[in-house]
Every structure is written in C-alpha cells, then in structure tokens.
C-alpha cells in the first residue's frame, strides 16, 4: 500500500482499558489520510451495491498540545467507501478548513469552540465579539447536483472534491446563505428538492429556510424569528411543510459576547418555557404556525409525513438536554451520564394548536435512517444499545424497529465492535420498504482497524453479510450518505 499520498496525523498513543471499553481507542487523532486504496474484503459484497457511502466525523482531537473539550470540536475528516459490485476502495480526507490552516500558520491554538474555550481571555472576547468561528465541517455531508459538501451547522457548507476528497473551500450557494447552513439537510421527493435551516445569532435571533432543487439554484425561502438564543440541531419535512422543535435552550448572550465560557458552558435549559413547535409551510413561509408544549429535547428527526390536516413525526426524544453532557464525557469515556434517547411519534394539528406524542419503542437509540424520506415508513433503523452500562460508552448494536407493532430486532456485529448510523440502501429492483442493504461504519476495538459492514435490512440477524476494511481505525463519525454509481 502507498505511503507516499498518505502522513501521519496521529499527536497521541493509543488508550488503555479493559476490553469492555475498547471502543476508547477510536478517539484518537486519524493515523493517516489518503485516496482511495483497495479494501480487504471480507465475505462477499452483493453483486448490486455499486455506488460510494461517504461519512464525516472528528478526526482531529487536539491541537498543539490542547485537547479539545466536546466531541463536537474535533476537525473533521470525510470518509469514502466506493463499492462495484464485488470489491471496495476506500478514501480518507482531512477537511482542510480556513480555520485549521491558520492555527498550522501560527504553529499554536487559536479558536475557541462549542465546548473548548478560548486559549486567551483576549481571544475569547475577540471571537465573541466578532462571530469568529472555526468550521470544523465535522457533521455531516451533503451530495447535492453531483457535488460533495462537509457540513458543521453553525458554519457555510465546505465543498470537497467527490472524487478525490481534497477540499474546495467553503460555499455561500451563489449567495443563498447568509451565515450557517445546518448540518441536516432533508430530501423531499415529490419536490424533487432538499431543504436545510442555518440559526443566525444576533439583536434577534434568526432562522433561515433554504431549498435546493435537483436542478436550478439553491434560494433562501424565507426567515422565522426564534424565540430566543436557542439551539436547533435538525428539524424535518413533508411534503408541504417545515417543522422545527426549538427546545427551552438559552444562550446566555452577554458571557459569550465577552468570551465567558464556552457555547456549550453558556446554554442553560429552561424547561417552564417549554418547547415551541414551529410548521412553516413550505410554498407560503410567511404563514407559520407556532405553540409552546411541555418541555423535551431531540436532536434527530426519524421522518414526517401529512396525514389529511395532521402532521405525523417520527423522532428520538429526550427528556431534556443531559444528553449533552455523555457527549462530551465520552470524548474521555466511558461517560458518567448515559445516553438514552427513544423513538417516538407526534401528531400535530397546527391549525388548532395540538400536539400529541407516545413512545413508539423504549430501546435506546440515536442516528435514525429510514428508507424512503418524507414518506410514511413502517421500519427505523438505528444504533442502538444493549443495556443500560453499555449506553455509557459507544453504540454496540444496530437494530430495526417496527413502528407499527413496536418490535424491535437488533443484533452485534462481534465483540468489541462499535456499529455507527445505519444508512439504508435499496436493491436496484427492490420494490418493498426494506429491500435492501444497511450500510455501517465499524470500529473494531480488537483488531483497532474500521470497515463498513454490509447487513440484510429484511433479516438483521444475519449479522454482516460482508464487511470491507480499512487497514487503520477511522474515529467515529456522525452522520453520511449513500451515492448511487
């Protein structure tokens, strides 16, 4: 294998730990970057996956010296497995943003982050007071008119390179978006478009709307003034609306203007505000309809769908916003907190003001994928966890939930193996909602080696099918998708 396109990227030495733990080791800096390499293969792919999974996440966890303080800080890395029928390549790219640039220029750190603070007093009210903030693009991805973008939610989309993963720089959309363009775009296809949300921060705190069409230029549809210095991480889609839950966060303004903390240290949840259910239509966005209902969290959407004068959505809730805390302890974990989020449907009437809400499945759960987007699906797949201890650390299983009857089928990959967002991929004859594959990415905590195991959506205790591996661990990512060959 080459290492004349590949450098090492690796500041620090493998953890330590009982094996029960051995997901740890992935949170370490990327030992190496390059294009794409054969991958071992490992069972046999099916004949009909062609096409390349792309996945993001932190890949860089320090900077000269300093740890950052969240896992959402990292600098982001863009992962990419291409699959012809029978074998697999794989890629891996640092995003090589304006902001990592400048602190390799200065040879020291230079920004403060969601949970990292500031590496002065003096540079944390510069950067408060001037909105300076380091795009990691750390989130997501977005394909969008045969193009590659990494997406960090506070920040302008970065484009990559599809087919080498170098990157472009960042991009306002032909001047689309104003300030930050989320990390959670959502496809609707009977409109033949995606459409995505940025939270502008200032005298009053703003939320854009944004459409991309197959075909055209993206636009800004509109704005939607928030209720105060929240935070919105995802929102969803129909087919003729936009819904957000913007929960009973609240910045605290003035210690981030003046570098006090950091953003993370400065949200405090509210809870007797109650969290506000936004329905903005989607041909008439001026005409919103909003009401507060008992406080709760999400971070992810399942789907939506209209149901007459009914708007149904799928989502993994929360009670409130300590989920938060698990996310940055298990940057160091395991975790003191545990993780345990459950899929649940609401049903709103926004015209009456209503909202209703039950769990549909108690297992605990994140990273929800479905088959078909904007549409009423019968199967979630998600990350899940095994018990209550497990749901300290990494995701050990990838289930299936039935909605309808609630069934949950869940299954490990092996021992020691942390399964990440399962992404759903049809068979190219497939006719039915789960006919076709699941895709995730793997660390295996044993071998300290990632693949992408290839798993039956319709008989999940297979177990995997195939996997295609990497001869490196990559560090867990959050979010990706699928691009058809």
């Not at 792309?54 to 990419?80: E, I, M, Q």
């Not at 938060?324 to 907190?337: F, H, K």
């Not at 660390?443 to 008989?459: H, I, N």
Request: glycine share 10%; with cysteine; hydrophobic share 40%.
């Amino acid at each position: 294998m080459s290492t004349s396109a590949a450098r090492s990227l690796s500041e620090q030495a493998p953890a330590t730990g009982p094996s029960a733990h051995a997901w740890r080791r992935a949170f370490r800096d990327l030992p190496r970057e390059h294009g794409f390499e054969p991958l071992r293969v490992e069972g046999r792919l099916p004949d009909g996956l062609r096409g390349t999974l792309y996945r993001n996440g932190p890949a860089l966890f320090s900077t000269f010296g300093r740890r950052y303080g969240h896992w959402f800080d990292g600098d982001g890395a863009v992962s990419a497995v291409r699959f012809d029928g029978g074998g697999a390549a794989g890629a891996v790219k640092i995003v090589e943003s304006v902001g990592l640039r400048e602190e390799r220029r200065r040879r020291r750190p230079h920004y403060p982050n969601y949970g990292t603070p500031a590496p002065s007093l003096w540079r944390g009210l510069a950067a408060g007071l001037t909105a300076d903030l380091k795009n990691t693009a750390n989130t997501s991805v977005m394909i969008w008119q045969g193009r590659l973008f990494a997406l960090l939610e506070a920040c302008r989309p970065t484009e990559l390179s599809i087919e080498e993963l170098s990157t472009l720089g960042e991009r306002d959309l032909d001047g689309a978006v104003v300030a930050a363009f989320s990390a959670h775009p959502h496809y609707v296809p009977a409109r033949r478009a995606a459409y995505n949300f940025g939270v502008r921060y200032g005298r009053r705190i703003e939320l854009d709307l944004f459409e991309l069409p197959d075909a055209g230029a993206a636009r800004r549809l509109g704005t939607v003034t928030l209720p105060g210095a929240t935070m919105i991480h995802d929102f969803i889609a129909t087919e003729r609306h936009l819904v957000f839950f913007a929960p009973p966060l609240r910045l605290q303004i003035f210690r981030q203007l003046v570098g006090l903390g950091t953003f993370g240290d400065n949200l405090r949840w509210r809870p007797e505000e109650g969290t506000e259910v936004i329905v903005v239509p989607i041909d008439a966005p001026s005409r919103v309809r909003r009401f507060t209902v008992p406080a709760f969290y999400q971070w992810h959407f399942v789907t939506a769908f209209e149901r007459g004068d009914e708007l149904v959505v799928d989502y993994v809730r929360f009670a409130d916003f300590a989920s938060n805390r698990w996310l940055q302890e298990v940057l160091d974990g395991p975790a003191r907190s545990t993780i345990h989020g459950t899929l649940h449907r609401a049903v709103i009437d926004a015209a009456a003001g209503r909202f209703t809400d039950e769990e549909r499945a108690s297992v605990g759960c994140e990273f929800p994928r479905v088959a078909r987007p904007a549409q009423q699906n019968r199967f979630v797949y998600v990350a899940a966890h095994s018990d209550e201890e497990a749901a300290r650390g990494m995701f050990d299983r990838v289930a299936r939930v039935d909605l309808e009857r609630g069934a949950v089928e869940s299954v490990a990959l092996g021992p020691a193996q942390y399964p990440s967002e399962p992404v759903f991929v049809r068979r190219p004859d497939g006719r039915d909602e789960d006919d076709g594959w699941l895709l995730t990415l793997v660390y295996d905590g044993a071998s300290d080696t990632s693949g992408v195991a290839v798993l039956d959506a319709r008989d999940l205790g297979r177990g995997a099918i195939a996997r295609a591996w990497f001869d490196h661990h990559l560090p867990f990512t959050f979010h990706g998708n699928f691009a058809p060959a």
